[in-house]
């Protein structure tokens, strides 16, 4: 089930790419005196830096790639500890596992995002990085975690995969810590069914992230092997037509982010006069969120579930591969000194949070988060207050 670029995919992308099909040039990298080399995937990189604010943009082929080789431009050490909360997509820990990291995962508040205090608890003498995870995109607490992670000499790579175009405090997510690292997957604010992006202000992060994303390679539209690699690669470059078709998407970012806002404004504020005892919505870290999911948190976890299993969802401790309960892989995983560091309930404040929490999908649709009911960004008025009321009817009696 799609993100709300998926909902509006359309004319734009479809010029974009129908450029590419029609100059056969597919790679990213190409002369500039080749007519039919579009450099489509050179003209995302700098949309989006203007858009977050950055020096520089690599783009990649995933979420995932972003934060691979973000982390290896920020040169993790083998066994380095790298804090991130235990509410995340699996591939956030997998990243880091896959460069020689170990995740060290810390409990998060009602923001469902990582909470500062617990960062604190959790630095040790190995602990080289922070992840701070904008969930379902909510912009973390970053006036708490920056000053901490340079108090202590910590990197801060911002996993915004959930939260293109939130900002925070007037700031574009993604901006703020030493590297920001985007998806492009089907269920995100925009799509090109898969791709990643990776921000950064410093050339020499930049440098190396494009390296390890392509075999060492220093940054060139040419592609050729020129000048002394400072760093070992792999392959996780981006095509010409994924290229072309996010270029099409972000025609539309501003309009997906107006048009979330207001239904979700509208759907919230439709629940909230239900006349529901007890009903809370998730701490919002800043208006300017992505709006693509509406949380409700109840006051116990009974009451939670009887409410999702009433409105045919589950709660998002019931979610799954967020949630780091249910990583059955990463629960299984055994470091290189024979140890199994993550088991199940090791985060209790996190888990009680999450048994309490249902989540509404508005933008982004997907049963995966538990947002299986809810609305869409193609919902009219009518339709946002018919799932609102359906909502009311249902949960009312249950809670009171």
Known sequence: MPGPGAFLVGDEERREVEEILESGYLSRYGSLDNPNFKRKVAKLEEEFATIVGVKHCLALNGGTGAIMASLAALDIKPGAEIIMPGYTYIATMSAVIA????????????????DPADVENKITSKTQGVIPVHMLGNPCDLNRIMPLAREHGLFVLEDCCQALGARYKGRSVGSFGDMGAFSLNINKTLTAGDGGLATTNSQRLYERAFGFHDQGHIPSLLGVEFGSRTIMGINLKLNELTGAFALGQFKKLDKILQTLKAKKTLFKKALAAGGIRNLEFRKIS?????????????????VARRVADSLGTITVFDSGWHVYNNMEHLLAYTDSEGNKPYRRHMLPRTDDILKRAVNLSVGVVDAGIGASFGINILSTEEEIHQKADEFVKVVRPIVG
Do not use: N, R
């Open 286 to 302: 800043d208006p300017e969120e992505c709006h693509t999911i509406l949380t409700v948190l109840f006051p116990d976890a009974a």
């Open 99 to 114: 460069v020689g990291g170990k995740p060290v995962l810390a409990e998060i508040d009602e923001s469902l995002t990582l």
